[in-house]
Structure formats: structure tokens, C-alpha cells
T-cell receptor, first 112, second 113 residues
């Protein structure tokens, strides 16, 4: 059973701080990784995708990938109360079926 | 359309009834995915289509669940003899190709009484 693991949280950070969200995956052959944000009662919305080892920055968001450690993370700089949501990590199956496997999500609370 | 459209947004039904959930993907997106999400959980894969064919239906929980996409655009998820455990939000997503990023609809919340 291929798995994507996330700490369910909640992760509480003060406004303006850096929030660090982590994800590990079991399928060593995975090549594509995604972070989604999901507000309560809403559907997931894509924040970032990352495919290569290292960092990828987009505004206040930075995704980090380490395939050797099977680890992907999302950093949110200058966290705002509006960032309070559940963050889902998704990994595309490497076996050739192209399905996306999601973690259970980490709930982030940014305290004003 | 501009985004993935799902209908109905809410469906309440009685145990044993038949339910259809519809998904209209983003225009031009060839891949379409169905997921199910229960409270406090991540989306659980059900099935995905590339064009008209089901490329992977390994997530369908049992033979009460079936999905079609006859013309390669709109898809319908069909659930027979619904059970209380089927209650969840059913999410549809589409992508430009099977290696692309997923874009989700707002979901169909199914409640089986």
C-alpha cells in the first residue's frame, strides 16, 4: 500500500512567522509532488507542484523536495490568518497508473 | 467551462437507493478523476479516466460503485444500493493530461440516512 504521511496537527504559528509543513511518501519511484490548500467546507486548491530535488519558490510559499529521504515540505513565510487551512500533500503514483495519492492533511492555524 | 462543475452540490438519500453524481471538467482537460473525502481525511482515490476509458478503477470500493465518461467529457459516478458508510464528499478533478496538475470541483456532499 503506497502511502503519503502527514502530521494532522493542528500546527499553530503566530502571524508573521514561518510555517513549516512536512510530508513523507513510501513510493521511492515517485516523481511528481503537489501541495494543496483546503479551507473548511471547500475543495482543495493547488498551491504548488515540484518535480526536482531542491527548493521551488512562489511568492510566500517554498516547496522543498528530497527524493533520497522521500520527503517533501512546504514553507509559508510571513504567515497570515488567511493561511489558516488544511494543507494536503499529494504524490503521483510512479507505477504507471498516474493516480494521485493524498495525505490526510495538516491543519494550520495562524494566530493573529 | 471556467472550472470543474459538479452536481448536485448536496444529495440526501435513503439507505438502499441509487445515486448519480455528475462532473463536468474544465474544457480541454483529457484526464478526469473521482475522489471521496470523509471528515478529517485526505481525498481517497476512486477512479480516473483518460478520454472515454477508465484508466485505473482500483479505488472503487466494491461493485456498487461505477463511473462512466461516454464522450470523453462529462462523467457520472453511480452508486447502487447506497449504505450509510457511503456518506462523504465526492470530489471530481480534471487535468490537461494525465501528468498534469489536478483542479478540483466544489464536490458533491452525499448523505445516506
Amino acid at each position: 500500500q503506497k502511502e503519503v504521511e502527514q502530521n494532522s496537527g493542528p500546527l499553530s504559528v503566530p502571524e508573521g512567522a514561518i510555517a513549516s509543513l512536512n510530508c513523507t511518501y513510501s513510493d521511492r519511484g515517485s516523481q511528481s509532488f503537489f501541495w494543496y490548500r483546503q479551507y473548511s467546507g471547500k475543495s482543495p486548491e493547488l498551491i504548488m507542484s515540484i518535480y526536482s530535488n531542491g527548493d521551488k519558490e512562489d511568492g510566500r510559499f517554498t516547496a522543498q523536495l528530497n527524493k533520497a529521504s522521500q520527503y517533501v515540505s512546504l514553507l509559508i513565510r510571513d504567515s497570515q490568518p488567511s493561511d489558516s487551512a488544511t494543507y494536503l500533500c499529494a504524490v503521483r503514483d510512479a507505477s504507471g497508473t498516474y493516480k494521485y495519492i493524498f495525505g490526510t492533511g495538516t491543519r494550520l492555524k495562524v494566530l493573529a | 467551462g471556467a472550472g470543474v462543475s459538479q452536481t448536485p452540490s448536496n444529495k440526501v438519500t435513503e439507505k438502499g437507493k441509487y445515486v448519480e453524481l455528475r462532473c463536468d471538467p474544465i474544457s480541454g482537460h483529457t484526464a478526469l478523476y473521482w475522489y471521496r473525502q470523509s471528515l478529517g481525511q485526505g481525498p481517497e482515490f476512486l477512479i480516473y479516466f483518460q478520454g472515454t476509458g477508465a484508466a485505473d478503477d482500483s479505488g472503487l470500493p466494491n461493485d456498487r460503485f461505477f463511473a462512466v465518461r461516454p464522450e470523453g467529457s462529462v462523467s457520472t459516478l453511480k452508486i447502487q444500493r447506497t449504505e450509510r458508510g457511503d456518506s462523504a464528499v465526492y470530489l471530481c478533478a480534471s487535468s490537461r493530461e494525465i501528468t498534469g496538475e489536478l483542479f478540483f470541483g466544489e464536490g458533491s456532499r452525499l448523505t445516506v440516512l
